[in-house]
């Protein structure tokens, strides 16, 4: 056994059964050790932000890490976006970077670099692994800080990779970890609040977006003057079915503020106090008026459910019915396609269960309301806001949950970023379906050019946000990586080719001309 193959052995013990990788030259000894381990899946990304966004997909599905193999600080560098959006939504991921021979890195190689700074921001966890001896303790250490939903990154020169153990040695198992229970004297406080009839809005982070964590918040509410919203990008949120309808809080800091204007408390379940995404002169950055308690019932990362549904117990509400599934109808076949058009049509066609990764700041916000009741869905966000995060996080999930459907619906701007997604997709036969919103713009640059008092279609804004000299052609693109695509213009394409995708399995692309 040499230090590589006591590293993928610590994987294969503590349960990573797979690996996305872009490896280079300073990892060849770890994928020699991969091809002789049994039990992780080795999937290989084109760019290394495919593979630290389909780890991070991967990871909100499943709950457990997977592991990145990327190629010294360079590789590592490319796949820095995907791994801000992974640590924004508390994905658990262990990064493996090979890196230069100890003896090797005086000389100042081409590719060597300083992989630490440009790794911690990132990690919650970095180690390097400098002498053989740290191969499994480090490596166990570093799984261990993962099961905290941490992302662990660990560098390891060749020399130790190749290093040959005279003795074959032990490789611990970690204990599952077990989620801090409750605080009983939060939830007595928070139901005192609740009590007192005083105004409180109930924020949900990802970790109370469960349908019976919504079912309990949505019971707490129809007893008290509690209004409850969705945090605006959960890393997973479970929708549709019997679950109710909660609202998504406002993404714009002057509805936002709005919202919260006559809230006496905030109560937060695994989020984070509302914030302004970005600082805007004359706006607070906090958007809680001043004066307005903030509580916190659980913490991001805490057992949020477990909390909301024993507050919900500790008031002692009545569970409220099941909600209905409203399904709503195929829009007229000969509608042109917009936002509106694209996501009632997904809405309607969409499998139970289906996953839906969605990224598009101007043409996926329709869907959230227009599929709220739908069929049971998951529904994945773009958590740190780093665009070129949907296609990788509906590759990993499709990885993750290979019984379930996955939808991609995806702006055109963004899937540029990372539309090598496409032909991991195609290799491993993946069930994504992705619905291209081809608007040919940065639309919410647009947007947000329009809120600044600025002239969105003036030569030099216009020219920094259009997409259209020269238009992409998303089908060919596709067809390129090995994926059947095809191209709608109205309501009737889409329902069409919709039907047809979802009919035959594997990746297929729709261009949603809009």
């Known amino acids: 056994m040499n230090g ?23 990892e060849l000894a770890l994928v020699d050790a991969l091809d002789r381990a049994s039990g992780i899946r080795s999937v290989l990304g084109l760019f290394e932000g495919v593979c630290t966004g389909a780890a991070d997909g991967y990871a909100r599905m499943l709950g457990r890490p997977a592991a990145t193999l990327l190629h010294l600080g360079p590789g590592f560098a490319n796949g820095i976006a995907n791994l801000h959006n992974a640590r ?13 021979a100890t003896w090797h890195l005086p000389f100042d190689a081409p590719l060597a670099s300083d992989i630490k700074s440009l790794a911690t921001p990132v990690s919650g966890h970095y180690t390097y692994l400098g002498t053989p001896q740290l191969c499994i303790d480090e490596t166990v250490t570093a799984i261990g800080a993962t099961k905290s939903g941490l992302i662990s990154t660990v560098v390891i020169p060749t020399d130790v990779q190749e290093h040959v153990f005279d003795e074959r040695p032990g490789i611990p198992a970690l204990s599952p970890r077990k989620i801090e229970a409750c605080d009983g004297e939060r939830i007595e406080a928070a139901a005192r609040v609740l009590r007192s009839r ?25 007893t008290t003057r509690a209004r409850v919203f969705a945090e605006t990008f959960p890393a997973r949120w479970d929708r549709g079915g019997d679950t109710p309808v909660i609202p998504r809080f406002p993404y714009f800091p002057e509805m936002g503020i709005e919202t919260l204007k006559d809230a ?3 109560l ?28 916190t019932l659980a913490d991001p990362g805490g057992d949020a459910e ?70 049971p869905h998951t529904v994945l966000t773009n958590t740190g806001g780093a665009i070129g995060q949907g296609m990788p996080v509906a590759t990993g999930a499709a990885l993750a949950c290979p019984d379930r459907q996955v939808i991609n619906l995806q702006g055109d701007g963004s899937a540029a970023y990372t539309v090598q997604a496409l032909w991991t997709q195609a290799r491993e036969r993946l069930n994504v379906v992705t619905i291209l919103c081809a608007n040919k713009n940065y639309g919410v640059l647009r947007v947000e050019l329009g809120r600044a008092g600025m002239n969105p279609d003036a030569p030099v804004p216009h020219r920094l946000t259009s997409l259209e000299d020269p238009a992409l052609d998303w089908v060919g693109l596709a067809r390129g990586f090995g994926v059947p695509a095809a191209r709608a213009h109205t309501a009737g394409d889409l329902a069409e080719l919709t039907r047809t995708a979802l009919s035959q399995g594997g990746p297929f692309l729709i261009e949603a001309v809009m």
């Open 198 to 222: 005083k105004a409180v809005i109930i924020l949900l982070g990802a970790g109370a977006m469960t349908s019976a964590g919504q079912r309990a918040a949505a019971s707490i509410a129809a």
């Open 306 to 375: 477990g909390a909301i549904v024993a507050l919900a117990q500790a008031l002692g509400v009545e569970p409220i019915p099941p909600f209905a599934i409203s399904v709503p109808s195929l829009p007229e076949h000969g509608l042109r396609l917009d936002p509106s058009v694209m996501a009632q049509t997904v809405a309607e066609l969409m499998p139970e269960r289906a996953i839906v990764a969605v990224e598009g700041a101007t043409t996926t916000p329709f869907f959230f309301t227009t599929a709220a009741a739908a069929r």
């Open 268 to 295: 937060l379940v695994g989020a984070r106090a509302p914030i302004a995404y970005f600082g805007k002169t004359g706006l607070p950055s906090e958007l809680v008026r001043p004066g307005t308690s903030v509580e």
């Open 264 to 266: 006496e408390c905030v």
């Open 88 to 100: 924004r939504a508390r994905s658990p991921m262990l990064n493996l970077i090979g890196d230069h």
């Open 4 to 26: 590589a193959d006591a590293i993928v052995a610590a994987m294969a013990k503590n349960q990573i059964d797979i690996c996305f990788a872009n490896p280079g030259t300073t």
